[in-house]
Nanobody, 128 residues
Framework: QVQLVESGGGLVQPGGSLRLSCAGSGVTLDYYVIGWFRQVPGKEREGVSCINFSDEVAYYPDSMEGRFTISRDHAKNTVYLQMHSVNPEDTAVYYC?????????????????????WGQGTQVTVSS
């Protein structure tokens, strides 16, 4: 069964750090763009970052760059999202997703539609 499994969410204080993981199961991520998206109730899913698993080229929206870092571990078939200096506005369910045909560009990484399969999501809550 092909799936992505997120982990690492939880409660973190403002200004703190958190690392999310997205592990591929039943699929080799080498040929995929892996994206991180987040969603809060009542709002559309928002692109956070994405990475070409093969060459590690990454994209960040302007609002995320500098605080979030995406990376991958080829041996573990896993993509990470390192979050720094978090604030309450970062509270959301974070999802990772795979796109077999795209590349890490603004057009791909900010639109959930091209991503064909998704993880179950992990909750991140930023609160004191």
């Amino acid at each position: 069964q092909v799936q992505l499994v997120e982990s690492g969410g939880g409660l973190v204080q403002p200004g703190g750090s958190l690392r999310l993981s997205c592990a591929g199961s039943g699929v080799t991520l080498d040929y995929y763009v892996i994206g991180w998206f987040r969603q809060v109730p009542g709002k559309e899913r928002e692109g956070v970052s994405c990475i070409n698993f093969s060459d590690e080229v990454a994209y960040y929206p302007d609002s995320m760059e500098g605080r979030f870092t995406i990376s991958r571990d080829h041996a573990k078939n896993t993509v990470y999202l390192q979050m720094h200096s978090v604030n309450p506005e970062d509270t959301a369910v974070y999802y990772c997703a795979g796109n077999r045909f795209g590349t890490a560009t603004k057009a791909i990484c900010t639109d959930p539609a091209p991503f064909g399969f998704w993880g179950q999501g992990t909750q991140v809550t930023v609160s004191s």
